[in-house]
């Protein structure tokens, strides 16, 4: 493990170089994907000394036991001794989940849509309990969230809302939320007590940079209107709200957010270009999947990844088989205890599949 770990620290001595030179600086993308790998590298640096401390402490305790000439020594060397035999174990396989290969999509913002699927009003209720669900989640987290686009639905909840998250990794960990939900409780219009099933859509697409997407703006066509609120009225006299036509796509973006006409066009633009990206990115994950079958990140939007059943108060991810009675809280932001469990799934394959020997 230590020739690895040696290994890495002569690309971190090179990145670290490398970030200072001018000629990167004045690349904006090489800037930044080197500086995201020199964030990476030092937490592992970090570790590997830690590593590093814990063997020379083994090994000198071991060469203290074996001399034998001195009893209080070799009685401090046992604790030694033993305290880094406890403790290696887990730091090696720290070590072995930190070398497996990152996706560098991962420490992007992202973008998130709620969509409304089967069951009428009530999908869209459930669509804006997800919308909350994810505002509660990211914004304990620390990370910004603002909304670009939404179409409220007519009994309360949205038949689309599309949201743009800024935040460390957030595409990394909310990328697990891409799939098809499904709640299970009686509506407040149903008289009879039945419990009924609804479904929403989530897509989680990494906010694309300039860099990553070449977008030609004489194929977008820009429609400037007035906002509307429920039900199509106007709700002011400025032609702020934004909507773009990608035309090789036929793609349309739309929002009204911001009063600025300016921020929206903004806004739109990196929904787009994050659209576009994934497009590019789905192609690439189908033809990883030949490679891989992935239980937690196939990126197929059909896949019923879970259930929230208000009667049993449980909520269900089919994707790994973890269940918790815990819907209250679950839906009321506290996430994380899920996202970690998928992380966890998905590292282990990736660990499988490195053909690393350590």
Same mark, same amino acid.
């Given at each position: 493990?230590?020739?690895?770990?040696?290994?890495?620290? /002569?690309?971190?001595?090179?990145?670290?170089?490398?970030?200072?030179?001018?000629?990167?600086?004045?690349?904006?993308?090489?800037?930044?994907?080197?500086?995201?790998?020199?964030?990476?590298?030092?937490?592992?640096?970090?570790?590997?000394?830690?590593?590093?401390?814990?063997?020379? =402490?083994?090994?000198?305790?071991?060469?203290? %036991?074996?001399?034998g000439s001195d009893a209080e020594m070799v009685e401090m060397a046992k604790m030694q001794l033993e305290e880094a035999k406890e403790k290696l174990p887990a730091l090696e396989e720290k070590i072995r989940y930190?070398?497996?290969?990152?996706?560098?999509?991962?420490?992007?913002?992202?973008?998130?849509?709620?969509?409304?699927?089967?069951? @009428?009003?009530?999908?869209? %209720?459930?669509?804006?309990?997800?919308?909350?669900?994810?505002?509660?989640?990211?914004?304990?987290?620390?990370?910004?969230?603002?909304?670009?686009?939404?179409?409220?639905?007519?009994?309360?909840?949205?038949? +689309?809302?599309?949201?743009?998250?800024?935040? +460390?990794?957030?595409?990394?960990?909310?990328?697990?939320?891409?799939?098809?939900?499904?709640? /299970?409780?009686?509506?407040?219009?149903?008289?009879?007590?039945?419990?009924?099933?609804?479904?929403?859509?989530?897509?989680?697409?990494?906010?694309?940079?300039?860099?990553?997407?070449?977008?030609?703006?004489?194929?977008?066509?820009?429609?400037?209107?007035?906002?509307?609120?429920?039900? @199509?009225?106007?709700?002011?006299?400025?032609?702020?709200?934004?909507?773009?036509?990608?035309?090789?796509? @036929?793609?349309?973006?739309?929002? /009204?957010?911001?009063?600025?006409?300016?921020? =929206?066009?903004?806004?739109?633009?990196?929904?787009?270009?994050?659209?576009?990206?994934?497009?590019?990115?789905?192609?690439? /994950?189908?033809?990883?999947?030949?490679?891989?079958?992935?239980?937690?990140?196939? @990126?197929?939007?059909?896949?019923?990844?879970?259930?929230?059943?208000?009667?049993?108060?449980?909520?269900?991810?089919?994707? %790994?088989?973890?269940?918790?009675?815990?819907?209250?809280? %679950?839906?009321?932001?506290?996430?994380?205890?899920?996202?970690?469990?998928?992380?966890?799934? +998905?590292?282990?394959?990736?660990?499988?599949?490195?053909?690393?020997?350590?």
């Amino acid at each position: 493990m230590i020739d690895k770990l040696n290994i890495v620290k /002569q690309r971190f001595d090179e990145v670290t170089d490398l970030i200072i030179q001018p000629d990167v600086i004045s690349d904006r993308k090489r800037y930044v994907q080197l500086n995201k790998e020199y964030k990476d590298l030092k937490a592992l640096m970090d570790v590997r000394d830690h590593y590093i401390e814990l063997t020379n =402490n083994k090994k000198e305790a071991e060469e203290i %036991i074996d001399d034998g000439s001195d009893a209080e020594m070799v009685e401090m060397a046992k604790m030694q001794l033993e305290e880094a035999k406890e403790k290696l174990p887990a730091l090696e396989e720290k070590i072995r989940y930190m070398l497996v290969p990152k996706d560098p999509e991962d420490a992007k913002n992202c973008v998130v849509e709620i969509r409304a699927g089967a069951g @009428g009003d009530e999908a869209s %209720i459930f669509a804006g309990d997800l919308f909350r669900m994810y505002t509660k989640y990211c914004e304990g987290k620390g990370w910004s969230v603002s909304v670009v686009d939404l179409s409220e639905g007519t009994s309360g909840g949205y038949k +689309e809302i599309i949201l743009e998250v800024n935040g +460390e990794d957030a595409y990394g960990t909310m990328k697990f939320e891409a799939g098809v939900h499904r709640v /299970q409780r009686v509506p407040q219009t149903e008289t009879q007590g039945r419990v009924h099933t609804s479904a929403a859509t989530v897509m989680v697409l990494p906010e694309a940079e300039e860099f990553d997407v070449e977008l030609d703006m004489a194929e977008v066509r820009i429609e400037r209107t007035t906002s509307t609120g429920p039900g @199509g009225q106007s709700v002011n006299t400025t032609y702020s709200a934004i909507k773009l036509h990608h035309e090789p796509t @036929g793609m349309i973006v739309s929002c /009204q957010d911001q009063k600025s006409s300016h921020k =929206n066009l903004e806004k739109a633009l990196k929904v787009l270009r994050s659209r576009l990206y994934e497009i590019e990115l789905a192609k690439k /994950q189908a033809a990883d999947s030949e490679k891989r079958k992935s239980m937690v990140s196939s @990126g197929d939007r059909s896949a019923k990844i879970r259930t929230y059943n208000y009667p049993q108060g449980r909520v269900t991810d089919h994707r %790994i088989g973890l269940t918790l009675y815990d819907l209250g809280n %679950i839906i009321n932001g506290d996430i994380q205890k899920i996202i970690d469990e998928l992380q966890l799934v +998905e590292n282990t394959e990736k660990l499988k599949e490195s053909n690393e020997v350590f």
